[in-house]
């Protein structure tokens, strides 16, 4: 049974830090490129980052490159998202996700073969 956990959420202040953690269990981790997704009150889920599974190529959606890094650990079956210079606009459930040997169109939710249960961000002002 594939098992994807996010944790690490929680309530911060605007400005400050948080790192979430997805560990994956079920699958050969190294052969699955990993993908963050967000989901706020109202809005539509969107892609928020991705690492490849090959080379470790990373992507960021615009609202987030120069505040968040994506990276992952293959021997402990792990991806994290490190959030800094948080925004009040950050404020969602983040996703983690697995898709098997996709190393582009990342950014395509509907792509991926496994989901978490997400974890709440919440930024205030």
């Known amino acids: 049974q594939v098992q994807l956990v996010e944790s690490g959420g929680g309530l911060v202040q605007a400005g400050g830090s948080l790192r979430l953690s997805c560990a994956a269990s079920?699958?050969?981790?190294?052969?699955?490129?990993m993908g963050w997704f967000r989901q706020a009150p109202g809005k539509e889920r969107e892609f928020v980052a991705a690492?490849?599974?090959?080379?470790?190529?990373?992507y960021y959606a615009d609202s987030v490159k120069g505040r968040f890094s994506i990276g992952r650990d293959n021997t402990k079956n792990t991806v994290y998202l490190q959030m800094n210079t948080l925004k009040p606009e950050d404020t969602a459930v983040y996703y983690c996700?697995?898709?098997?040997?996709?190393?582009?169109?990342?950014?395509?939710?509907?792509?991926?073969?496994?989901w978490g249960q997400g974890t709440q961000v919440t930024v205030s002002s």
């Open positions: 079920g699958l050969t981790f190294s052969r699955y490129s």
């Open positions: 690492i490849t599974w090959s080379t470790s190529n990373t």
């Open positions: 996700a697995a898709d098997q040997l996709t190393g582009s169109r990342l950014y395509r939710g509907y792509e991926y073969d496994y």
